[in-house]
């Protein structure tokens, strides 16, 4: 199959669901491969992370919008996109993040450790409810959800009770990061994209009458007090922060569940040492990474892989098949979290690595074994349904039954309930 054959397989349903077969037929051409006359896919672990590092590649600028896909300025989807720093370069790119940097320093993320373990345990607790007399529950909305959005609203500032709106809106609107997209599905996007932009609007005036101590106030006193932040600006980092500050975590969780409960004896490892999280869920990311892919544009020709990219190339990062570069991990396709030096590009590498990594991987380190612990008999029940989508991977339903928690270990000599569960 040719490069090009491949990249069109890669973008059909079939292909977006299990893209991993289509990738290794990418890679026989090579870590880089020519797939169109400025087209290129990488699949190459190497060669991805130098060109996400390479000050010569870039995410599409207005010029290259207004010549791929002219009136993107009336999309509310393309607009709160490309105004974020998501996709803008530097200088641009460096002001709006050093905003938001702030909120996720090292030790504000370590402080939020007791509030992710209280609320994984509250989310426990409500599966359990739901599942008595083994009936199913969806981990996805019951657990894989709530549990990352409730973190990231925290952060923003948004009240509890508006949580539960933000699902549709930001599947809706992460419909635009597809590499490819119809005039329907981008009519979806705009309306999840409509709702965000309305909803952020109200909460910015909001905080404009009653500053709070939250991420949202600082963004809005920053653009109040100077040109550190236009009004759109404003609006799409809002959305960007709420949005990216979820997905990849609901996604890293619902694809985490499936690969331990597919490989019980990693898992009953995990159950006994929650210690060894860190590198469980840096191989959980590797192996079914919840973010595929990334695109960068060249502005000055390079080489890679053998391959000469001219100026003006589009770039398809392909990180879900980068994690799996044979060059890089023997045997990709198996799961094992004792692989030494496990790196994964699942949030990018360069100037565009995701602010909220360090945050993400915390809240599934705390997750994860907190899951298998408090259910030791947590098992999938029926089918998962996998999203069509091949930029965010990740499961539209994933039933489970939660089965019986397990009981409280107590230390000898002291009475049933004080001493609690066990790490």
């Known amino acids: 199959m040719d490069p090009a054959d491949a990249l069109a397989l890669l973008m059909s349903p079939a292909g977006r669901v299990d893209p991993y077969p289509t990738y290794e037929r990418l890679r026989a051409h090579g870590p880089v491969v020519q797939a169109g006359p400025v087209f290129y896919a990488v699949t190459g672990y190497a060669e991805a992370d130098a060109i996400l590092r390479d000050a010569r590649f870039g995410v599409m600028d207005d ?64 599966m359990l409810a739901g599942g008595r007399g083994g009936a199913p529950v969806d981990f996805m909305a019951e657990f894989a959800y709530p549990l990352p959005v409730g973190v990231i609203c925290a952060l923003l500032g948004v009240p509890a009770a508006d949580r539960p709106l933000f699902r549709r809106w930001a599947t809706d609107l992460t419909g635009v990061l597809e590499p490819e997209i119809t005039m329907d599905e981008l009519a979806v996007a705009d309306r999840g994209a409509a709702e ?22 600082a963004l809005v006193q920053a653009h109040d007090g100077g040109d550190r932040l236009t009004g759109d600006e404003l609006l799409a980092n809002l959305i960007v922060l709420l949005v990216a500050g979820f997905e990849t975590t609901t996604n890293l969780l619902g694809n985490g569940l499936v690969a331990l409960l597919d490989h019980p004896r990693a898992a009953a490892t995990l159950r006994e040492h929650p210690e060894f999280a860190p590198a469980y869920v840096d191989e959980l990311l590797r192996y079914d990474s919840p973010v595929q892919l990334t695109s960068r544009m060249s502005t000055a020709p390079s080489t890679y892989g053998g391959v000469d990219l001219p100026a003006e190339s589009w770039v398809i990062v392909m990180l879900g098949a980068a994690n799996r570069d044979p060059r890089r991990y023997p045997e990709p396709g198996r799961f094992d979290p004792w692989r030494p030096q496990i790196h994964p590009l699942s949030f990018g590498a360069g100037p565009h690595y995701c602010l909220g990594a360090a945050l993400a991987r915390l809240e599934a380190q705390v997750a994860v074994p907190l899951l298998l612990r408090r259910l030791p008999e947590l098992a ?29 270990v107590t230390v000898a000599g002291t009475p049933p309930g004080a001493a609690g569960p066990t790490p």
């Open 196 to 217: 965000l932009r309305a909803y952020f609007t109200e909460l910015v005036a909001a905080r404009r009458r009653a500053p709070a101590d939250d991420l949202t106030t």
């Open 380 to 408: 999938v029940a029926g089918t998962p349904e996998r999203r069509v989508r091949l930029t965010l991977r990740g499961y539209a339903t994933l039933p489970v039954t939660p089965g019986r928690e397990a009981a409280p």
């Open 63 to 126: 010029g290259l919008r207004d010549q791929f896909m002219p009136g993107w300025r009336e999309s509310p989807a393309v607009l709160s996109i490309s105004r974020s720093m998501l996709r803008t370069n530097p200088p641009d790119h460096s002001r709006m993040r050093r905003l938001a940097a702030g909120a996720f320093t090292p030790r504000r993320i370590a402080a939020m450790r007791g509030v992710v373990e209280a609320q994984a345990d509250a989310l426990v607790d409500a």
